[in-house]
Nanobody
Framework: QVQLVESGGGLVQAGGSLRLSCEASGRTFRDQAMGWFRQAPGKERNFVAGIAWSRSTDYADSVKGRFTISRDNAKNTVYLQMNSLKPEDTAVYYC???????????????????WGQGTQVTVSS
């Protein structure tokens, strides 16, 4: 059974940093794209960042220059380093993985096959 488990969320002041982790189990995702999405209260879930099997990356405009996605295939884990956090970054952050081999970065929810349960990030002003 495939599982994605996020960790690293929490409460931080504006301008601070957090590092989210997403550990996969049940299969390896070293040849697949993985991504991060977020959902603020009362809003739709939106793309944040994605990383391809080749390690090429893609970011939403709202986080470009502040967030960095990376992966450690040996640990079957993807990370999201979040710097210069703003109150508008407050949301539940979800990790996602694509089952397609050699997949490039994905921005749409339907392009991902597996999802984590989410981790709350709250940024206070």
């Amino acid at each position: 059974q495939v599982q994605l488990v996020e960790s690293g969320g929490g409460l931080v002041q504006a301008g601070g940093s957090l590092r989210l982790s997403c550990e996969a189990s049940g299969r390896t995702f070293r040849d697949q794209a993985m991504g991060w999405f977020r959902q603020a209260p009362g809003k739709e879930r939106n793309f944040v960042a994605g990383i391809a099997w080749s390690r090429s990356t893609d970011y939403a405009d709202s986080v470009k220059g502040r967030f960095t996605i990376s992966r450690d295939n040996a640990k079957n884990t993807v990370y999201l380093q979040m710097n210069s956090l703003k109150p508008e970054d407050t949301a539940v952050y979800y990790c996602a993985a694509d089952a397609t081999i050699n997949s490039y970065t994905r921005r749409e929810e339907y392009e991902y096959d597996y999802w984590g349960q989410g981790t709350q990030v709250t940024v206070s002003s």
